[in-house]
């Protein structure tokens, strides 16, 4: 088989990618998680850092659709 090694700009793609998937997985339901603890207390806290774990994996499966979304 012929395989094609990765250029350049693939693997500094796929280290971008990595990296917001590092940073915006734990951030999305800690965010949640203080938002909904300071507003509506624990209860708040669960349920909103339940929403921001839905909300994390989304933006990290598709960083360019969030970034579009935002510009």
């Known amino acids: ?16 990618w990595k990296c917001w998937c590092i940073f915006i997985l ?3 339901p800690a965010i949640g998680a203080y938002i909904g603890l300071h507003t509506h207390g624990i209860g708040g806290a669960i349920g909103l850092g339940l929403v921001g774990v839905i909300v994390g994996v989304v933006l990290a499966i598709a960083p ?3 970034l579009e979304l935002l510009g």
């Open 64 to 66: 360019r659709a969030t």
């Open 1 to 16: 088989m012929d395989q094609k090694k990765p250029g350049l700009f693939e693997g500094i793609q796929t280290f971008v």
């Open 26 to 28: 734990p951030a999305s």
